[in-house]
């Protein structure tokens, strides 16, 4: 029989109100620049805003900035993203379409090294054991720890703030890696388009978490609401123990 790798485990989702229709991108400008968490990104040193929706996808790189730092010194941080950026300190990035097959199994691969991806020793000696080190073969080999081993459940948490990137319309002369999204925008403004586009990235997504999270791991995703979402819910409450939707005070409602 098929045991569910998260029985136990906690998801978290993050709806976004149903956004409407963008007159254009210099609105989106003009806002980012009066938003409180935009600032507050800056004066933390934080890539953009999207880091305290969670405190916690990928480009430009705020949440797994955020990871980064939480799991320091041994975790590893894998972002995936269809766009280039460039990933901050501490993170391992994958450009490349996720709902593609072969970007799955290269992501697959690379957790299969459990080496890849860490920080390399230093010699500044030995850094101190840490909750989010890897399980010694004695522990892993017991119970639930050897299962998910076998199965090459090795990951603890994973986060998707996917949602389709639409094309840019402005800022052409911009070719940035470091703010991507000085040329970018991630809603179409037609509500139900990008309903049904963070519908099927959370899907995937959660499929994918299926087959990585580890026995007791977390899932977190962000998505647009919709006729949809309920069914996602349902589904996130037969797999996991504990589900909390909510809507961070970061969050925009349109
Ligand atoms: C809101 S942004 C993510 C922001 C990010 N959480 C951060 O903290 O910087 C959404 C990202 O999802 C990416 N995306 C959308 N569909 C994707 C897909 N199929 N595969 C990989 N990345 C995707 C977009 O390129 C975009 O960069």
Request: proline fraction near 6%; hydrophobic fraction near 35%; charged fraction near 25%.
């Amino acid at each position: 029989m098929f045991s569910l790798p998260f029985r136990s485990c906690r998801a978290v989702w993050t709806p976004v109100a149903g956004q409407v229709r963008q007159a254009s991108s210099k609105r989106w400008q003009a806002r980012q620049q009066k938003d409180q968490f935009t600032k507050e990104a800056a004066v933390q040193g934080l890539k953009s805003r999207a880091a305290f929706k969670l405190l916690q996808g990928y480009a430009p790189g705020s949440w797994s900035q955020v990871a980064a730092n939480r799991t320091q010194p041994h975790g590893r941080v894998i972002g995936v993203d269809l766009i280039p950026a460039q990933p901050p300190k501490g993170v391992s990035t994958i450009q490349g379409n996720f709902l593609a097959p072969e970007i799955q199994t290269y992501i697959r691969d690379f957790l299969r090294d459990p080496e890849r991806g860490r920080p390399r020793q230093t010699d500044l000696g030995q850094p101190s054991p840490s909750l989010l080190e890897p399980k010694t073969d004695e522990s892993a080999a017991e119970g639930k720890d050897g299962q998910d081993k076998i199965l090459e459940r090795t990951v603890d948490v994973v986060l998707s703030d996917m949602s389709a990137p639409w094309h840019q319309t402005s800022g052409f002369w911009k070719r940035s890696l470091s703010a991507p999204y000085h040329r970018m925008m991630n809603t179409s403004g037609v509500a139900f388009k990008d309903h049904a586009g963070s519908m099927d990235l959370c899907n995937a997504a959660l499929q994918f978490s299926t087959d990585v999270l580890k026995t007791g791991g977390h899932f977190v995703c962000k998505f647009y609401q919709g006729a949809e979402d309920k069914e996602l819910e349902m589904q996130l409450k037969a797999l996991f123990k504990k589900v909390h939707r909510l809507k961070p005070e970061s969050s925009r409602s349109v």
